[in-house]
């Protein structure tokens, strides 16, 4: 009887697996099947190109896109809290072979050498030591300027970056953590707190049109929100808008509300070693 019981444990335990992970699936088919479906009709084409790699979401299809269109070929990127290093929008880069560097407070989960080509700093970012880090870093990569700059710091985004633009080279491409649940025309921003923790509410970061109204001061124009969740914004330098005529003027129809479901799974799994090549490949560079 005990061994009867047993075997009936067992066998709730894999339906219940198998169960949860048909449903996860069936939940990843339809995220993808929505996205797909905003992506298309969203009414600013360039949301169309967008494709998941190594970011989030599709923000590295949209990022892909842009530097095409500006004819950067071999550039610098620099990511401003890279999270763990296995998820974010400048490993699509790497993978391109550009040079960069990394600043944030979380240990990468993968193998990696700091090189001529590639650094990463473990800090905690704040308004006060952007400069230091961002400028002494970009000189161990012996580069002066940024092309594609990322930002994702779940609190001071607008404050680091606006420090950033204050004092430093503009690089071509921002991307930059929007607050989408205020949409425009209103302005918002969290009070600047060098020692804020994203506590996983509202309270983070700023509106898309507090950071439209700051970025129009450094000559720097708005021309996509990824559509998959409405997370990312995507700002160009005003010398490149000639190259992006389709995309609308209007601030409200490149906005993209908060849509923050995310897949369980997309895909193969993530493996460490994918990413490792890719950066053993960088460190070889000349």
Not at 151 to 163: A, K, M, S, T
Not at 205 to 211: C, D, I, N, P, T
Not at 240 to 268: C, N, S, T
């Amino acid at each position: 009887m005990p061994i009867i019981n047993k075997l009936k444990k067992i066998k709730g335990r894999i339906r219940k697996f198998f169960g949860i992970r048909l449903i996860k699936s069936i939940r990843d088919l339809i995220i993808f099947q929505q996205n797909h479906e905003f992506q298309q009709k969203h009414p600013n084409p360039l949301n169309s190109y967008g494709k998941k790699c190594f970011s989030q979401n599709d923000e590295d299809g949209i990022t892909l896109e842009i530097i095409k269109r500006m004819k950067i070929t071999k550039g610098v990127f620099a990511e401003i809290s890279p999270g763990n290093g296995l998820e974010n929008n400048t490993i699509s880069l790497a993978a391109l072979k550009w040079k960069g560097f990394w600043l944030g407070s979380e240990d990468i989960s993968f193998r990696y050498k700091n090189s001529k080509n590639f650094q990463f700093l473990k800090v905690r970012i704040t308004k006060e030591n952007i400069l230091e880090y961002y400028n002494t870093t970009l000189q161990k990569i012996n580069e002066n300027k940024v092309d594609v700059l990322s930002l994702d710091l779940d609190g001071n985004d607008i404050y680091v970056l606006e420090e950033i633009l204050k004092k430093s080279e503009h690089p071509n491409l921002i991307i930059t953590e929007y607050n989408a649940k205020f949409p425009p025309p209103i302005k918002f921003k969290i009070n600047y707190d060098p020692n804020h923790v994203w506590r996983a509410d509202d309270y983070f970061g700023a509106s898309l049109s507090e950071f439209t109204s700051m970025m129009d001061k450094y000559s720097y124009s708005l021309i996509c929100c990824n559509s998959n969740t409405g997370t990312n914004a995507f700002f160009i330098k005003n010398d490149f808008i000639e190259l992006f005529k389709e995309v609308p003027k209007d601030i409200e129809k490149i906005y993209v509300a908060p849509r923050y479901q995310l897949y369980e799974r997309y895909g193969h799994p993530q493996s460490t070693r994918t990413i490792e090549l890719i950066f053993d490949q960088l460190d070889k560079l000349n």
